[in-house]
Every structure is written in C-alpha cells, then in structure tokens.
C-alpha cells in the first residue's frame, strides 16, 4: 500500500510569518509531486509541482524535493489569511497515478 | 462555461435509488478521473479514462458505475449504495495521461439515507 503522511492539523501562523508544510511518501518510484489547495467546501487547485531535488519557488512559494529522504514540503513565505485552507500533497506514483495524502488544515491569523 | 463542471452538486438518495452524476470538461482533455472524498481521508481515486476507454479500476465495487460516452462527458452510474458510500465525488481531467496538472470539477456532495 503506497501512502502519504501528513500532518493533519490544524497548522496555525501569524500573518506574514512562514508557514511550512511537510509530507513524506512511501513510494520510491515516485519521480514528481504535487502540491494542491483546497479551500473549505471547494475542490482542490494545484499550487505547485517538483520533480527534481531541491528548491524550486514560485511567487511565494517554494516547494522543497529530497528524494532520498523520500520527503517534500511546501513553504509558504509572508502568509496571508486568505492562503488558509486544506494544503494536500501528492506524489505521482509508480502506476502513475496521483496519491494523495489527507492534507494539512492551515490557519493563518490577522 | 469553462474548465470542469459536475451535476448535481447535492444529491441525497436512498439505499434502493438509482442515480446519476455527471461531469464534462471544456478544455479538450483526454483524460478523465473520478474520484471519492469523505472525511478524515484523503481523495481516493476509483476510476481513470484515458481517450475514453478505461485504463484503472480501483477495486470500485460495483454498484458503482462508469461510463465514458467521448472525451468531454464521464458519469458515473450509482445504484443500491451504502450509507457509508456518503461522500464528495470529484471529477478531474488532464491533457493526458501523464500530464502535469489535473483540474478538479466543484464535486456532488452524495448522502446515502
């Protein structure tokens, strides 16, 4: 059974501060990952994909690839209250598929 | 209409209905998904179109049907579900089968009475 793990939450931040999500997989013939928002009531967004070791940034994101350590995480720079939402990792499979993990609620706080 | 629209959006149905939901996408995809959301758990996948033939099954039980007339439309045929069948179902398409990105209709919140 491949899986994801996530903390599941709620991860809450001041705004403006980082916030920074973690998630690690199971599958070590995943080879790219994917990171989605999901607002309460809405259906997910990707935000950002990797799928090579290391940093790669977008706007304010960043989103951090160890394939040794089986490991990826989001971070998330000058967080705002509207960026607070379900953020769900998932890493393409093996099979090719998508799996995701359950998501870590985020919370960011005026 | 653009990107991925599902009908209906609610649905409550009894053990013994039978029912439909459907999906259709607007931006030339081949690939098609639906998947299943309930709470505490994290999106399963239950079933993958690709080009309108279907490449994955789940281990979906069968009450649960799909159908992929072409390669805007997937439904998914409901009959004799569970309570515990109760869940958000979300349907996706992509460019491909292999394609970056998969974009998510708003989903049919199911309730099973």
């Known amino acids: 059974q491949k899986e994801v793990e996530q903390n599941s939450g709620p991860l809450s931040v001041p705004e403006g501060a980082i916030a920074s999500l973690n998630c690690t997989y199971s599958?070590?013939?995943?080879?790219?990952f994917f990171w989605y928002r999901q607002y309460s009531g809405k259906s997910p967004e990707l935000i950002m994909f990797?799928?090579?070791?290391g940093d790669k940034e977008d706007g304010r994101f960043t989103a951090q690839l160890n394939k040794a350590s089986q490991y990826v995480s989001l971070l998330i720079r000058d967080s705002q209250p509207s960026d607070s939402a379900t953020y769900l990792c998932?890493?393409?499979?093996?099979?090719?598929?998508?799996?995701f993990g359950k998501g870590t609620k985020l919370s960011v706080k005026p | 209409e653009t990107g991925v629209t599902q009908t209906p959006r609610h649905l409550v149905m009894g053990m013994t209905n039978k029912k439909s939901l459907k999906c259709e996408q607007h931006?030339?995809?081949?690939?098609m998904y639906w998947y299943k959301q309930s709470a505490k758990k994290p999106l399963e996948l239950m079933f993958v179109?690709?080009?309108?033939?279907?490449?994955e099954n789940n281990s979906v039980p069968s009450r649960f049907s799909p159908e992929c007339p072409n390669s805007s439309h997937l439904f998914l045929h409901l009959h004799t579900l569970q309570p515990e069948d109760s869940a958000l179902y979300l349907c996706?398409?992509?460019?491909?089968?292999?394609?970056?990105?998969?974009?998510f209709g708003p989903g049919t919140r199911l309730t099973v009475t």
């Open positions: 599958d070590r013939g995943s080879q790219s």
């Open positions: 931006l030339g995809h081949n690939a």
């Open positions: 998932a890493p393409r499979g093996s099979q090719g598929n998508l799996i």
């Open positions: 996706a398409s992509s460019p491909g089968r292999e394609s970056h990105e998969q974009y």
């Open positions: 990797i799928y090579s070791n």
């Open positions: 179109y690709s080009l309108e033939e279907r490449v």
